[in-house]
């Protein structure tokens, strides 16, 4: 679940533009109660509107209150109070309608925005109230599909992984030999052209079984290409397929998606890996600006046998894959991320069995005119449960770090970015240590 998009410019679309008459609610006339603590004062105001049901005023000061701090059932349960008082308060329609939207109750928005563009209402708010509308509309939709689809361009300094040293290891009749390599299996640069096409089918039924949750289906599929210049055995094709229910509940602050999948990954249009997954997904928004997720996998994975990647079936086996995360808004235009990450691999060779452990932290930056920046560090520690005879009586262990930045700029629904990568792999056995310098161009568009 991506967080929900704060709906802040439409509030204040609203709150500046609606010329609607008070209509007997007094909005500039009473004072908040004087404390630094808005729970204290919506407390407060609470105790005053209970007192006198019938005061429109504290009821609105009470429901505004509970929007500013993002407690919308609390400010729908008083904007549906006063409405009950006097349903001719287009103005109040409107704020509650917001509300409900917040709260993913968009046919109740969906019936008061109906209501409001019925009456006499100015063509500025008319033309504002129309974004809500369609809002609602999409999301009663009970089949939805969206897509993307990118192309862009890596240019790679090392991307066959290619020791630094320029050697590798071999352990031959009790001793370890080092070889050097040639020129052809030396790093090399090279350029990848890639593309992607996904899409996403969502079902969710109008009738639900449970009032305060909603359940539904989601379908994917993706396929990813690329081709480098040179490099052909790298050239990669990637086929995933995934599909299970999906629930949202807890005022829509709980999401989970259970799903069951397969990937089919071909290495220059031979295949190479074949893997059925199932997973659990869970995202939860603890506050306006701060969501938790968590995320399990297990995969049942084959590999093929072919004369380029030699033999691979004994790589043959199940990988468990335990993730846990959380992205925090400092501002409206600045959010962190961070992600732990464990993946254990089980084959069939205690060898290639190994534990990686991957933790990650990222800042985005939102700038004017749909302009943003993304940067991030990643480290990752990777332990073979033991030595492989073949290479060296050492049980390998690997260390990666690796930063990124991003710069990209959205028109609309199109979505151009420029990006730097390095990553830098440090193993005790010298076969597996390698960097690379990555630039990427990649140009998105959503459908």
């Known amino acids: 679940m991506k967080m929900r998009k704060p709906y802040v410019k439409a509030r204040m679309i609203l709150a500046t533009s609606l010329l609607f008459g008070s209509g007997g609610v007094g909005y500039a006339q009473q004072q908040f109660p004087h404390t630094d603590n808005p729970q204290a004062q919506l407390m407060a105001l609470d105790a005053l509107r209970r007192q006198d049901p019938r005061n429109l005023d504290n009821q609105f000061l009470y429901a505004t209150l509970a929007a500013s701090i993002k407690d919308h059932a609390k400010a729908a349960e008083a904007y549906e109070d006063i409405l009950e008082e006097n349903p001719n308060l287009p103005r109040i329609k409107l704020d509650l309608a917001l509300s409900y939207i917040y709260l993913n109750r968009f046919s109740e928005a969906q019936r008061l925005l109906q209501e409001v563009l019925k009456g006499d209402v100015p063509p500025t708010v008319r ?17 939805r599909l969206q897509g993307s689809f990118a192309v862009g361009m890596h240019s790679d300094t090392n991307p ?29 640069s090279d350029v990848q052209i890639f593309s992607s096409l996904a899409a996403t089918h969502d079902y969710r039924p109008l ?23 040179h490099n052909d055995p790298l050239n990669l094709s990637i086929v995933n397929m995934q599909t299970g229910p999906t629930f949202t509940g807890l005022d829509n602050k709980l999401n989970v998606q259970l799903g069951m999948g397969y990937t089919h990954i071909l290495l220059d249009n031979t295949t190479f890996q074949k893997s059925l997954q199932g997973n659990i997904a869970a995202q939860y928004l603890l506050s306006d600006t701060t969501q938790i997720r968590g995320f399990i996998e297990q995969q049942r994975r084959t590999f093929s046998n072919t004369d380029e990647t030699g033999i691979l079936d004994i790589r043959d086996g199940h990988m ?35 534990t990686r452990t991957i933790v990650s932290v990222g800042y985005t930056r939102q700038f004017d005119d749909d302009w943003f920046a993304r940067t991030g560090v990643e480290y990752s520690a990777m332990n073979f449960h033991a030595s492989d005879p073949s290479i060296s009586l050492k049980s390998r262990e690997d260390h990666e770090r690796s930063g990124s930045l991003t710069v990209g700029k959205s028109f609309d629904n199109i979505t151009a970015t420029m990006g730097y990568e390095y990553r830098d792999v440090t193993s005790n056995i ?13 140009m998105s568009v959503r459908f």
């Open 207 to 229: 009738t639900q079984p449970l009032d305060d949750a909603e359940l539904g289906w989601r379908t994917t599929g993706s396929l990813y290409k690329s081709e480098y210049n």
């Open 320 to 354: 468990q894959s335990v993730a846990i995360g959380a992205t925090h808004a400092l501002t409206q235009k600045d959010m962190v991320d961070a992600d732990l990450r464990v993946i254990n691999e089980d084959t069939k060779r205690n060898f290639l069995d190994s």
């Open 160 to 188: 066959a992984s290619a020791p630094t040293s320029g050697q590798i290891a071999i352990r031959f009749a009790g001793q370890d030999l080092n070889f050097t390599l040639d020129n052809n299996a030396r790093r090399r």
């Open 430 to 442: 010298t076969n597996f240590e390698f960097d690379n310098h990555r630039v990427t161009a990649m």
């Open 127 to 143: 033309k504002n109230i129309q974004p809500m509308l369609d809002k609602c509309e999409e999301e009663l939709k009970t089949h």
